[in-house]
């Protein structure tokens, strides 16, 4: 017991100072109340430490320390991606909304706000939400970072599509000073039968926290893609908390190159009935790199559908996590479960850990996960050698054959088409 409460107090300590750092924003008595509520959660669980279960494959200590560590700029010729997609951007500048650089957030469809205005009005739709879906996602697993995020973010941004948007929105996250430490919460309300793309693109900060919290109602459908930034020593936890509604659709798919340390962590509830959620990510990392997806799907309505396909492209030392369960509750008939983790090891440094879950308490079911670890098919290697193309480039079509099933997750072709010829670039630059 001598043991478990000195490891208690040091969590408390550590959390302590971390807050020490920081002030909670002024808004209305919703948003203080969710706010102070946060807080309150976090104190209780503390900030975590390497023998946390959900954390014993990624050290949590550089985003726990009090000042996040310093992160140079990566500078690049590359133009920006999506820049060829007709898009509303939204522009964040180490985690603060410029206004300058964004567009009119005016679109067909969509009602935008910035969440420090939202925040400060005394009724508005997000009190319904904020902070409410990531209050449910503790139920299962303790996500401190989350309420953390809850309690101390002022800025994001708040969206509600009323009817299909005319174009995607863009969060923009641009990095400018090598000690940023950035906390954004964005809220997503997509209504009865409206549709909403949303893309992320940017490193964000040297440090960032990142929350979205995204209910879709019946019939609603969220598209959401997301290429995190390529500074090399940026460090990044972020948080998808979704409720779905009978016959919404929810997609997901991220993107990761570089990167010190990266965990995206995603809570999904599918609580109508013949609802449709995937979730996905590429990830391509080079030495001193960990990437950890951590998913949790809840089946709780009958008729439904999960996906999730990740995909991890490792060498030099760089190290792959995930963690990811389905549960399905008593009643939640024919539901179709599907998951997959797959890691490529480019060289005998690298590592891939995974922790493939299922939970089952229906019995009308088609639940499946695997998990597996490899090396590059050297007999498919000597055929494309044996048609003329150098071991580079063939190792490339390799890797990118490999990747292929996450990136067919993305619906959009021309979205899709972006990334996979950003990835061809990256791996071509690599070779030097």
């Known amino acids: 017991m001598g043991a478990l409460k000195q490891v208690s107090q ?46 014993r494959y990624t050290r949590p200590d550089t985003l726990v320390q ?16 999506f820049d060829t997609i007709d898009r509303v951007k939204l522009v964040f500048v180490d985690g603060v909304f410029d206004p300058d650089l964004s567009d009119d957030p005016a679109l067909g469809g969509v ?31 303790d996500r401190p970072f989350a309420a953390m995020n809850t309690a101390f973010a002022g800025d994001g941004i708040v969206i509600r599509a009323t009817g299909k948007a005319e174009k995607p929105v863009n969060l923009v996250y641009l990095h400018k000073s090598v000690s940023s430490d950035a906390i954004l919460h964005h809220v997503v309300r997509v209504e009865s039968g409206a549709e909403l793309t949303m893309l992320e693109t940017g490193p964000a900060a040297a440090r960032f926290n990142k929350c979205m919290e995204v209910d879709v109602a019946a019939g609603g459908t969220f598209h959401h893609i997301r290429a995190q930034g390529r500074d090399h020593e940026r460090r990044a936890v972020t948080h998808i908390f979704a409720r779905l509604a009978e016959k919404s659709v929810f997609k997901s798919f991220t993107m990761t190159a570089n990167g010190v340390l990266t965990r995206n962590e995603a809570v999904i509830d599918i609580t ?30 009958v008729g439904c559908e999960s996906r999730q396909v990740f995909k991890k492209v490792l060498r030099n030392g ?52 695997g998990s597996t670890s490899g090396a590059i098919d050297e007999e498919g290697l ?51």
């Open 10 to 55: 040091a969590k408390t300590n550590a959390t302590e100072e971390r807050l020490a750092r920081l002030t909670l924003p002024q808004g209305a008595g919703w948003a203080t109340e969710a706010r102070e509520g946060a807080l309150a959660r976090l104190r209780a669980m503390g900030l975590p430490g390497r023998r946390d279960e959900y954390w």
């Open 66 to 81: 009090p000042s996040a560590p310093e992160a140079a700029l990566f500078h690049n010729d590359e133009g920006p991606l």
């Open 111 to 141: 009602e935008i706000e910035r969440l420090s205005d939202a925040s400060q009005a005394d009724i508005h739709w997000s009190k319904d939400l904020y902070g409410v879906l990531e209050t449910d996602g503790q139920s299962h697993v």
């Open 272 to 301: 109508g009935d013949d609802a449709v959620a995937h979730i996905a990510g590429a990830a391509l990392g080079d030495g001193d790199f960990l990437h950890d997806d951590t998913v949790f799907i809840t089946h709780d309505a």
């Open 318 to 369: 760089a190290v792959g996590v995930f963690q990811g369960k389905i549960l399905v509750k008593q009643g939640a008939q024919k539901t179709d479960g599907y998951q997959i983790s797959q890691s490529l090891l480019l060289d005998d440094d690298s590592q891939f850990l995974a922790k493939p879950e299922l939970e089952i308490y229906a019995d009308d079911v088609a639940c499946s996960h």
């Open 382 to 432: 000597f055929y494309l050698r044996s048609r003329g193309i150098p071991e580079g480039p063939a190792t490339d079509l390799m890797v990118l054959a490999f990747l292929a099933e996450a990136i067919e997750e993305i619906d959009d072709q021309e979205i899709a088409a972006d990334i996979t010829d950003r990835l061809e670039s990256w791996l071509a630059r690599r070779r030097g």
